[in-house]
């Protein structure tokens, strides 16, 4: 059994976590591969001092690229077991069920065992998640069986095991950024694979800190949708499409602030000068957070944003116009100019901001 650890900044955690390893699997025949985004605390380095004596250890560091899940794809991709398990570093996750799952998994009855926090605990308390991620964590189990259609109790845990061919079937539909690996590869499944859940307890984290923030619940909300408009539209596109949704917000409230200082045109100007610069950093930090432009290439990348949005507004106003003249129906005009602009917009600051 290979065993997939993503880290980032979890170097105090190895340690505890391969001796936990060690005394839970003795008789199985396994090895650790820790997959490192290049923590800025150095936990690539440690793995790779424990893979110098231990030879069941490995460390794959991955430079200039973020993400959990392809963290964990690409381990998994790493590894010739037929058996693939996914867990935390931060000890977060029960190692002591592990010979369970395997159990389960070369049973042949499943093709995917998960780890449930929420299978036995019912409305109980899990211990390992302060009061709001309580409230979160449920919520997005709920919506992912929802989405996904099946029945799970914890759709997005983070600890599982898998028969290796499923991923390696699946590997080019893996989407690379985010915390929703689980769900991923379950909905990325030719046929829906047999799943079974196993209970136990969540426990708070090691040492360091979560690194479920706002931006992998919005990414994990937009992939939802996506889903919902079975795959019509990308993740991405819906969330270029909310933030596109707070740009006319912003629009709207520069427009009434500004109006007062002088006249309507120039201040309709200014706000749509807000609402691009707005657009372009909210997209760029949540959108496109893991290819998010810094210093020198936020302003260039702001300016390319600027000329092609200022071209799909020519495209929008051109669209409008002839439909105006051919339907005549001023509602179905303008949404149909808007949604070209909109879709010009996203098409090409994708291909050249992005
Ligand atoms: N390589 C890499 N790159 N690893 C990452 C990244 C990343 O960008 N982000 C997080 N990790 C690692 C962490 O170091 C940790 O080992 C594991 O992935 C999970 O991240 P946590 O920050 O510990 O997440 P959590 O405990 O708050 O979230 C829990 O619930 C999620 C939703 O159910 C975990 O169980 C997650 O695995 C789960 O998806
Ligand atoms: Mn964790």
Same mark, same amino acid.
């Given at each position: 059994m290979s065993i997939v650890v993503p880290?980032?900044?979890?170097?105090?955690?190895?340690?505890?976590?391969?001796?936990?390893?060690?005394?839970?699997?003795?008789?199985?025949?396994?090895?650790?591969i820790?997959v490192?985004?290049?923590?800025?605390?150095?936990?690539?380095?440690?793995?790779?001092?424990?893979?110098?004596?231990?030879?069941?250890?490995?460390?794959l560091?991955?430079?200039?690229?973020?993400?959990?899940a392809g963290a964990v794809i690409e381990g998994a991709l790493a590894s010739a077991a037929?058996f693939v398990a996914v867990?935390?570093?931060?000890?977060?996750?029960?190692?002591?069920?592990?010979?369970?799952?395997?159990?389960?998994?070369?049973?042949?009855?499943?093709?995917?065992?998960?780890?449930?926090?929420?299978?036995?605990?019912?409305?109980?308390?899990?211990?390992?998640?302060?009061?709001?991620?309580?409230?979160?964590?449920?919520?997005?189990?709920?919506?992912?069986?929802?989405?996904?259609?099946?029945?799970?109790?914890?759709?997005?845990?983070?600890?599982f095991m898998v028969r290796r061919e499923l991923i390696d079937g699946a590997a080019?539909?893996l989407?690379?950024?985010?915390?929703?690996v689980?769900?991923?590869i379950?909905?990325?499944?030719?046929?829906?694979?047999?799943?079974?859940?196993?209970?136990?307890?969540?426990?708070?984290?090691?040492?360091?800190?979560?690194?479920?923030?706002?931006?992998?619940?919005?990414?994990?909300?937009?992939?939802? /949708?996506?889903?919902?408009?079975?795959?019509? =539209?990308?993740? &991405?596109?819906?969330?270029?499409? @909310?933030? *596109? #949704?707070? !740009?006319?917000?912003?629009?709207?409230?520069?427009?009434?602030?500004?109006?007062?200082?002088?006249?309507?045109?120039?201040?309709?100007?200014?706000?749509?000068?807000?609402?691009?610069?707005?657009?372009?950093?909210?997209?760029?930090?949540?959108?496109?957070?893991?290819?998010?432009?810094?210093?020198?290439?936020?302003?260039?990348?702001?300016?390319?944003?600027?000329?092609?949005?200022?071209?799909?507004?020519? /495209?929008?106003?051109?669209?409008?116009?002839? =439909?105006?003249? &051919?339907?005549?129906?001023?509602? @179905?005009? *303008? #949404?149909? !100019?808007?949604?070209?602009?909109?879709?010009?917009?996203?098409?090409?600051?994708?291909?050249?901001?992005?």
């Amino acid at each position: 059994m290979s065993i997939v650890v993503p880290t980032f900044d979890e170097a105090p955690n190895l340690d505890p976590l391969l001796r936990a390893l060690d005394a839970a699997l003795s008789g199985i025949r396994w090895q650790v591969i820790f997959v490192d985004d290049d923590s800025p605390d150095g936990t690539w380095k440690i793995a790779k001092q424990l893979a110098a004596t231990d030879p069941r250890v490995s460390c794959l560091r991955r430079v200039g690229r973020r993400g959990l899940a392809g963290a964990v794809i690409e381990g998994a991709l790493a590894s010739a077991a037929p058996f693939v398990a996914v867990i935390d570093a931060d000890m977060q996750h029960d190692e002591r069920l592990l010979p369970d799952m395997l159990a389960v998994l070369r049973g042949g009855s499943a093709d995917i065992v998960i780890a449930s926090r929420y299978l036995e605990a019912g409305p109980r308390i899990v211990a390992g998640l302060g009061a709001r991620r309580q409230w979160g964590s449920r919520l997005a189990n709920w919506l992912g069986r929802r989405a996904l259609a099946v029945d799970l109790t914890d759709p997005v845990s983070g600890f599982f095991m898998v028969r290796r061919e499923l991923i390696d079937g699946a590997a080019a539909k893996l989407s690379p950024t985010g915390f929703k690996v689980l769900f991923d590869i379950i909905s990325s499944q030719p046929e829906p694979p047999r799943c079974v859940e196993l209970p136990y307890e969540f426990r708070p984290r090691l040492a360091g800190r979560s690194k479920l923030d706002h931006g992998v619940v919005a990414h994990y909300l937009s992939m939802l /949708a996506s889903k919902l408009s079975r795959d019509v =539209l990308s993740p &991405r596109a819906v969330m270029f499409g @909310l933030v *596109g #949704l707070t !740009g006319v917000g912003v629009h709207l409230a520069i427009l009434k602030a500004t109006m007062p200082l002088g006249g309507f045109v120039d201040a309709q100007f200014i706000a749509a000068v807000a609402a691009m610069t707005s657009n372009y950093l909210i997209n760029n930090a949540v959108t496109y957070r893991d290819r998010r432009k810094r210093g020198w290439a936020l302003l260039t990348g702001y300016l390319r944003f600027c000329l092609l949005c200022a071209a799909g507004l020519a /495209a929008n106003l051109a669209v409008a116009a002839l =439909l105006q003249e &051919r339907l005549g129906i001023w509602w @179905l005009s *303008g #949404l149909g !100019g808007a949604a070209v602009g909109a879709v010009w917009n996203y098409v090409t600051t994708s291909l050249a901001v992005w």
